[in-house]
């Protein structure tokens, strides 16, 4: 008789914060960059989420609105220690870089100006395209040899390459999961319920005609109840309105808070926080913060249920697997458009390449090949 293979103790409290700490505090490159990370750290190196919960989590956050990294960062929270891993998990990935885009609003609002990293920036996002390219190959390599969710991922790369927004995707390679699934299994009652949140725009109505403390809050948490997964949707939202039809920003300031978001670690979304500084100050910065991510720690907790019964229906777990694959596919497309704007010079690609060779040989941890980008970046600059 074999031995079982031993069972990886589960994280405490303690382990869960540092972890999403550390990520949130490295974690350059956007959402597709975040969960990679969190793909090599969870599921490869840790081993506290199976390969298929991940996907699974992965498809299903993509689902609603918010910030699908922050998202993905709650729900493994809740998956390995409940209702207050799920808080601390989200605060703590979220707390680096509210912390950093704080200082920065400070230091900006003080000498009207922001320091110059590009050449550091490059470096990091060099590495972090190895690090997307590494996550997507074992995810698609976790289909196997099935066709379906290996076609849903090409799809689903076409069309974002293409322009088609993400929700269209997730929702026409789910339902084509589900239709297989259901032709496969048989009539089955209860499909995937996809009711998932779509009315929060309520909050819509409360937009403000002065940029209070309390105005700030509504409008971010109205924000934060009607986005779907990118900062760049954010960016077209606050230009529409808090430039264009309130005036509480100018242009530059936008433009100014859109590279805070795109030169710190962790969330895009936290351009909230110096948003809400520049109009408020620190309250401001605060609950602007707080608005715009609170959705997101509820829809979290609502899914996770809706998540465990997807999975004891047939017609509904081919829909979630059409959703994951398409998640993968939208990644492997956040991929080629990053890699397009980054690698633009031979040392660029050396430095990616060279990344690459190193997360396939060893199991480095990606904080110093970031940390080791970043100085390869400033030296060639």
């Known amino acids: 008789m074999t031995e079982a293979a031993p069972e ?45 919960r991940f996907l699974d989590l992965v498809g299903a956050v993509n689902l609603i ?5 922050t998202e993905l ?25 509210f912390l950093i885009v704080l200082a920065l609003a400070i230091l900006y609002r003080r000498y009207g100006t922001l320091p110059d990293v590009t050449p550091m920036l490059l470096g990091v996002k060099a590495v972090v395209l190895a ?48 239709l297989i699934a259901r032709a496969r299994s048989g009539p089955a009652g209860g499909g995937p319920r996809r009711t998932l949140l779509f009315g929060a725009g309520a909050l819509g109505s409360l937009l403000p005609a002065s940029p209070t403390t309390g105005s700030l ?49 962790g969330p895009v979304f936290t351009t909230a926080t110096f948003v809400g500084y520049l109009l408020d100050g620190t309250p401001g910065a605060i609950v602007s913060t707080v608005g715009i991510f609170l959705p997101s720690f509820l829809f979290v907790l609502l899914l996770h249920r809706f998540v465990l019964r997807m999975r004891s229906n047939a017609t509904a777990v081919g829909f979630l697997e059409g959703v994951s694959a398409a998640a993968v596919g939208a990644i492997a497309a956040a991929m080629v458009v990053l890699g397009r704007d980054t690698l633009t010079s031979p040392a660029l690609w050396a430095i990616a390449l060279v990344a690459a060779i190193v997360l396939a040989s060893t199991r480095i941890n990606p904080t110093w090949l970031i940390a080791a980008g970043a100085l390869a970046g400033w030296l060639l600059r």
């Open 65 to 69: 609105p918010g910030p699908n990294s």
């Open 131 to 178: 690090i997307i390219l590494q996550a997507v190959w074992r995810l698609l390599f976790s289909f196997g040899r099935r066709w379906f969710p290996l076609l849903a991922a090409a799809v689903a790369l076409a069309g974002a390459l293409a322009g088609i927004h993400e929700l269209a995707l997730l929702l026409a390679c789910g339902l084509a999961g589900a």
């Open 217 to 265: 809050f509504a409008y971010f948490l109205y924000a934060g109840s009607v986005l779907y997964g990118s900062g760049y949707v954010l960016v077209a939202l606050l230009r529409r309105d808090l430039v264009e039809s309130l005036g509480w920003l100018s242009e530059r300031e936008l433009f100014d808070a859109i590279a805070i978001g795109q030169v710190t670690p």
């Open 8 to 52: 990886v103790a589960p994280p405490s409290l303690r382990d869960v914060a540092l972890l999403f700490l550390r990520l949130g505090a490295t974690g350059f490159g956007g959402p597709a960059a975040h969960i990679a990370m969190m793909q090599r750290e969870l599921v490869e190196q840790r081993r506290w989420i199976d390969r298929q």
């Open 73 to 97: 960062a709650i729900a493994i929270g809740y998956e390995v220690h409940g209702p207050r891993g799920l808080a601390i998990a989200g605060v703590a990935f979220i707390a680096p870089a």
